[in-house]
């Protein structure tokens, strides 16, 4: 469940600052395939990852964390 929400966060602010799967996980350092997998909910992303994301997408981790729904 959480590696979804993850990967919805991922996907989301991915697509609003205008990155292909393609072009993003290159930045990234990593296979489009790993990428689709953690968009997916697939794979759990690491630490690392999200820290990279997030520099990437010039976010907090804090506004690409998944938001507490319960």
């Known amino acids: ?20 799967q393609e072009n993003f996980a290159k930045n990234l350092g ?9 968009e997916r909910g697939n794979r759990v992303p690491s630490e690392e990852f999200i820290n990279g994301v997030a520099e990437l997408l010039s976010v907090t981790v804090s ?3 998944p938001k ?3």
């Open 1 to 20: 469940m959480e590696a979804e929400k993850w990967g919805r966060r991922i996907r989301a602010f991915r697509k609003l600052k205008g990155y292909t």
């Open 30 to 38: 990593v296979s489009v395939s790993v990428l689709g997998e953690i």
């Open 63 to 65: 506004e690409l964390a």
């Open 68 to 70: 507490n729904t319960d």
